[in-house]
Each structure stands twice: as structure tokens, then as C-alpha cells.
């Protein structure tokens, strides 16, 4: 059975910091890796996804993450954060041999300070 | 030109009603879902169904009814709603299993309250 965990729930942060949000699963095989952002009140929006290749992987609003099967780890990393990037954040694992279902973490909390 | 919709998205009702939730995509994906985030944005799987047929099924009571009409619609019934059903339900699609990149593009959710 695959699953994920998030170690922190929140995590605060200052306008212009770096951020690090912390991802471990456990699968396996070498599973697809997700990260996913909800704003308050919207729906789930793909930042990044890793399934093969280069273990660092880059997406959208600046935001990278890198795949360490060492450590079956998947952290996601901005250098420098918006105010708009407060948001709910989940990591999730998916694998063909589950039918490709998403199995999430129970998501990080960031907020921003100016 | 949304990937992904559903209908309604905010739904309030009261206990022991029944209530359908509708999905559509048009991203041409065989394989659609239903995900479940209860109060504590907990996100967890319900039903999936690849080309119009049941391939996962969550230990979800059997009040809650999925249907696939075809494979660009998968619709969810819930039947004597408790308030335990209280959540934000939300409908994915993904490419074929065995194609390469089977991202899940997700709904902007549909917010069912129970009174």
C-alpha cells in the first residue's frame, strides 16, 4: 500500500524568505510524485509531478521539488515566497498498479507574513 | 474552456435526503475519480472508473452510488445523507492506464453541508 506524510501542518513564513515543505511515501516501486496547491475555497491545482528522469523537477510559480529514493522523499522548495502563495499544499503518490488513484498527505499549511 | 466541471458546487441539504453530485470532463481521459476532503482537508479516494467501469471502490458506504454514463461523465448519488457526509467532493480525470504522464487534472470541487 502506498502512502504519504507531511510532517508539518504549518509552516509561516516572511514575504521574500525561502520555503521547504517536507514530503515522505512510502511505495514499493518507484511511484509517480505530485504536488498539488488549494487556495482557500478552490480546487486542487498541479504545481509539479515526477515520474521518471531527472530527480529535480520544476513547476509553475517558481516552485521546484526534488525526488531522493534514498530517502523517499519528495520536498517541494520556492527560493523566494509571494504573499499569494499562502495556500494549502499537498504531496501526493500515485502508481499504475493502483489504478493510478492519488494517495495524499494530509497537506502543509502556509502562511505568509508581509 | 474548463477541463473538468462539476455541478453543483455548493449544496446544502438536510439529513436523510438524497443528492447527486454531476462531473464532465472533456480532456478525452478514460479514467475518472471521485476523492472525498473531509473538515480537516483530509484528501482520500472514493471511486474510480476507467472506460465506464468500476476499477477502485474505497470501503465508501453503499449510499454512495457512482455512475458512468460514458466515460466523459462520472456522476456521484448519495442516498440518505448523514452529516458525517458533510465534505468538499471533488471529480479527476486522468489519461489511460500504461500512458506515459497520468496526471489527474481535478474539479473545483462541489462543498455538500448536511443539516
Known amino acids: 500500500a502506498q502512502s504519504v506524510t507531511q510532517p508539518d501542518i504549518h509552516i509561516t513564513v516572511s514575504e521574500g524568505a525561502s520555503l521547504e515543505l517536507r514530503c515522505n511515501y512510502s511505495y514499493g516501486a518507484t511511484p509517480y510524485l505530485f504536488w498539488y496547491v488549494q487556495s482557500p475555497g478552490q480546487g486542487l491545482q498541479l504545481l509539479l509531478k515526477?515520474?521518471?528522469?531527472?530527480?529535480l523537477v520544476q513547476g509553475i510559480k517558481g516552485f521546484e521539488a526534488e525526488f531522493k529514493r534514498s530517502q523517499s522523499s519528495f520536498n517541494l522548495r520556492k527560493p523566494s515566497v509571494h504573499w499569494s502563495d499562502a495556500a494549502e499544499y499537498f504531496c501526493a503518490v500515485g502508481a499504475e498498479a493502483a489504478g493510478n488513484k492519488l494517495t495524499f498527505g494530509g497537506g502543509t499549511r502556509v502562511l505568509v507574513k508581509p | 474552456d474548463t477541463a473538468v466541471s462539476q455541478t453543483p458546487k455548493y449544496l446544502v441539504t438536510q439529513m436523510g435526503n438524497d443528492k447527486s453530485i454531476k462531473c464532465e470532463q472533456n480532456l478525452g481521459h478514460d479514467t475518472m475519480y471521485w476523492y472525498k476532503q473531509d473538515s480537516k482537508k483530509f484528501l482520500k479516494i472514493m471511486f474510480s472508473y476507467n472506460n465506464k467501469e468500476l476499477i477502485i471502490n474505497e470501503t465508501v458506504p453503499n449510499r454512495f452510488s457512482p455512475k458512468s454514463p460514458d466515460k466523459a461523465h462520472l456522476n456521484l448519488h448519495i442516498n440518505s445523507l448523514e452529516l458525517g457526509d458533510s465534505a468538499v467532493y471533488f471529480c479527476a480525470s486522468s489519461p489511460p492506464l500504461g500512458q506515459a504522464n497520468p496526471e489527474a487534472f481535478f474539479g473545483q470541487g462541489t462543498r455538500l453541508t448536511v443539516v
Open positions: 515526477y515520474f521518471s528522469g531527472d530527480t
